[in-house]
C-alpha cells in the first residue's frame, strides 16, 4: 500500500515538473517568435517612420518593471506606427498576448510597490533605438528562461 502511494506521489510530481517545463517552452517559443515579427518591421522600416520619435523605456529596467516597459512599447506602436500593416499587426498582436506577458513578468512578488516610470516620463528616442530596446527586453525574457 505504501509503495503503490509512493508511486502516485511520484507521477504526480514528475507531472507537475514537465508541465512546468512546457510552460517554459511555450512562452520561449511565443517570445521568440515575437522576435522574429520585430526583425520584420524593423526591417521594413521606411526612412520617414525611423526619425520618428517616441518614449522608450531604458534598457536596464527593473525586473518588476518589464511588464510596464511592455505596455509603454506596446502603446507606442499602437499610436506611431499604422497597426492595420500586416508585419506591425502581427506584432502588435504578439505583444498583447497574455503568453508574452507570462514571459515578462519577472517580478517575483505581487505585493511589491511599483516604483516604474510613467510611460510619458521616459525619454524619446528614434524608432531605431525604440526597436532596438524592445528588442533588447524581449531577448531578456528568453535568456531568463533558458536558465531555469
Do not use: W
Not at 13 to 31: F, G, M, P
Not at 47 to 57: L, V, W, Y
Request: aromatic share 4%; charged share 20%.
Amino acid at each position: 500500500m505504501k509503495l503503490l502511494v509512493f508511486c502516485l506521489i511520484a507521477v504526480c510530481c514528475s507531472s507537475l515538473a514537465s508541465t512546468t517545463t512546457n510552460n517554459d517552452k511555450l512562452v520561449r517559443k511565443k517570445l521568440q517568435e515575437v522576435l522574429r515579427q520585430l526583425n520584420d518591421v524593423k526591417e521594413s522600416l521606411q526612412h520617414n517612420e525611423k526619425n520618428k520619435t517616441m518614449n522608450t523605456p531604458p534598457n536596464n529596467i527593473e525586473d518588476c518593471c518589464c511588464l510596464s516597459a511592455l505596455q509603454c512599447f506596446r502603446a507606442n506602436l499602437q499610436v506611431q506606427f499604422n497597426i492595420t500593416e500586416r508585419k506591425t499587426s502581427k506584432l502588435y498582436r504578439s505583444l498583447k498576448n497574455s503568453i508574452t506577458e507570462r514571459g515578462l513578468n519577472f517580478c517575483n512578488s505581487a505585493t511589491v510597490t511599483s516604483t516604474c516610470q510613467d510611460c510619458g516620463s521616459h525619454p524619446k528616442e528614434h524608432a531605431t533605438e525604440f526597436f532596438n530596446r524592445l528588442e533588447s527586453l524581449i531577448q531578456k525574457a528568453i535568456t531568463r528562461l533558458s536558465m531555469n
